[in-house]
């Protein structure tokens, strides 16, 4: 059974910096392709960043140029480097999982605030 834990969310001031960190459970981590979504109230769940086994990635417009998503096969982990974060990317943030089905994690808040 596929397992995803994330952590590294929290409140950060706005310009400020978060890394989110992923680690998925079990074996074959490679072959996944790895994502982050991220819902705000009363919105929809968005992608935010995806990142395939091979190591193509593409994001939300949104996130362009301040987000950067990587992956560590050897630690079963998947990263989002968040900079320059605006209130606006206030939202619990999932990780994500995909091989032949969806996987998701339980989710963590980023709150930008001052």
């Known amino acids: 059974q596929v397992q995803l834990v994330e952590s590294g969310g929290g409140l950060v001031q706005p310009g400020g910096s978060l890394r989110l960190s992923c680690i998925k459970s079990?074996?074959?981590?490679?072959?996944?392709?790895m994502g982050w979504y991220r819902q705000a109230p009363g919105k929809q769940r968005e992608l935010v960043a995806r990142?395939?086994?091979?190591?193509?990635?593409n994001y939300a417009d949104s996130v362009k140029g301040r987000f950067t998503i990587s992956r560590d096969n050897a630690k079963n982990t998947v990263y989002l480097q968040m900079n320059s974060l605006k209130p606006e990317d206030t939202a619990v943030y999932y990780c994500?999982?995909?091989?032949?089905?969806?996987?998701w994690g339980q989710g963590i808040q980023v709150t930008v605030s001052s």
């Open positions: 994500n999982a995909f091989f032949r089905m969806n996987y």
């Open positions: 990142i395939t086994g091979g190591g193509t990635t």
């Open positions: 079990g074996t074959t981590f490679s072959i996944y392709d």
